[in-house]
């Protein structure tokens, strides 16, 4: 028998139980994730294999975004258990934003569009662009990403962009994109883009207010430095 098993424990330390009992934000973040495990393995609990995995990560955003090949690396977790912990992450992430959309926050400064996709971004290990669509008093009408291209490949984004833009007739818009390696420095590609999109912006009156470029937990605003 596996004496590391949870169901030996008294009710009250049982992750499952001590969700029941004192809510789900009673518990630590090892809790919940071997809550989603649902179960461990031999020798281990879940909540042994749940602290594994918050110690090899460090943190949950960090759990969101690492390759799944880095997953597999540790003992134990097979690919429906992997499933399962990135659904749930996603499902915040998400969650996240639709209630950003229901709310439709005014946006003031390029700080409050950062603190909006700073979470969502920071960690990605592949560049992503989002684009927030405002209406006439810059409140936030939805929030797309761009299928396809880099800064490499500026005219097919910008196209998609403001296709996007007159289809929820946004009156503005604000572009956000992430760089892997944390340093939100712009580069000259991205100098490049963000002229094409202002120009391609000023053509269909549609105004590009600004282009945040999201690092670790630190954004570069093109507005703020006066280069948009």
Same mark, same amino acid.
């Given at each position: 028998?596996?004496?590391? $098993?949870?169901?030996?424990?008294?009710?009250? /330390?049982?992750? *499952?139980?001590?969700?029941? *009992?004192?809510?789900?934000?009673?518990?630590s @973040?090892?809790?919940?994730?071997?809550?989603?495990?649902?179960?461990?393995?031999? =020798?281990?609990?879940?909540?042994?294999?749940?602290?594994?995995?918050?110690?090899?990560?460090?943190?949950? $955003?960090?759990?969101?975004?690492?390759?799944?090949?880095?997953?597999?690396?540790?003992?134990?977790?097979? %690919?429906?258990?992997?499933?399962?912990?990135?659904?749930?992450?996603?499902i915040?992430? *998400?969650?996240?934003?639709?209630?950003?959309?229901?709310?439709?926050p &005014? #946006?003031?400064?390029?700080?409050?569009?950062a603190?909006?996709?700073?979470?969502?971004?920071? /960690?990605?290990?592949?560049?992503?662009?989002?684009?927030?669509?405002?209406?006439?008093?810059?409140?936030?009408?939805?929030?797309?990403?761009?299928?396809?291209?880099t800064? @490499?490949?500026?005219?097919?984004?910008?196209?998609e962009?403001?296709?996007?833009?007159?289809?929820?007739f946004?009156?503005?818009?604000?572009?956000?994109? @992430?760089?892997?390696?944390?340093?939100?420095?712009?580069?000259?590609? %991205?100098?490049?883009?963000?002229?094409?999109?202002?120009?391609? =912006?000023?053509?269909?009156?549609i &105004?590009t207010?600004?282009?945040?470029? #999201?690092? @670790?937990? &630190?954004?570069?605003?093109f507005? /703020?430095?006066?280069?948009?």
């Amino acid at each position: 028998m596996n004496k590391t $098993g949870i169901k030996l424990w008294p009710k009250e /330390d049982r992750p *499952r139980e001590k969700l029941f *009992r004192f809510g789900e934000h009673s518990l630590s @973040n090892a809790e919940l994730v071997a809550i989603l495990l649902g179960s461990g393995v031999r =020798g281990q609990s879940a909540l042994d294999l749940a602290r594994e995995i918050i110690f090899v990560f460090g943190n949950l $955003g960090k759990m969101a975004h690492t390759d799944i090949r880095r997953w597999r690396e540790i003992k134990g977790l097979g %690919d429906a258990k992997i499933a399962q912990i990135k659904a749930a992450l996603e499902i915040g992430r *998400r969650f996240g934003e639709e209630k950003v959309k229901e709310t439709r926050p &005014k #946006i003031k400064s390029s700080q409050d569009a950062a603190d909006i996709l700073m979470p969502r971004m920071r /960690d990605l290990q592949k560049e992503v662009f989002k684009v927030l669509l405002l209406n006439s008093q810059n409140r936030v009408i939805d929030i797309v990403e761009t299928e396809e291209g880099t800064v @490499n490949q500026a005219h097919p984004i910008i196209r998609e962009i403001f296709q996007q833009a007159m289809q929820y007739f946004a009156a503005a818009i604000i572009c956000l994109h @992430n760089h892997p390696s944390g340093d939100p420095r712009p580069s000259q590609e %991205d100098k490049e883009f963000t002229q094409q999109l202002a120009v391609a =912006g000023t053509v269909l009156q549609i &105004k590009t207010l600004d282009h945040i470029i #999201i690092g @670790n937990n &630190k954004y570069f605003s093109f507005a /703020d430095k006066g280069l948009i």
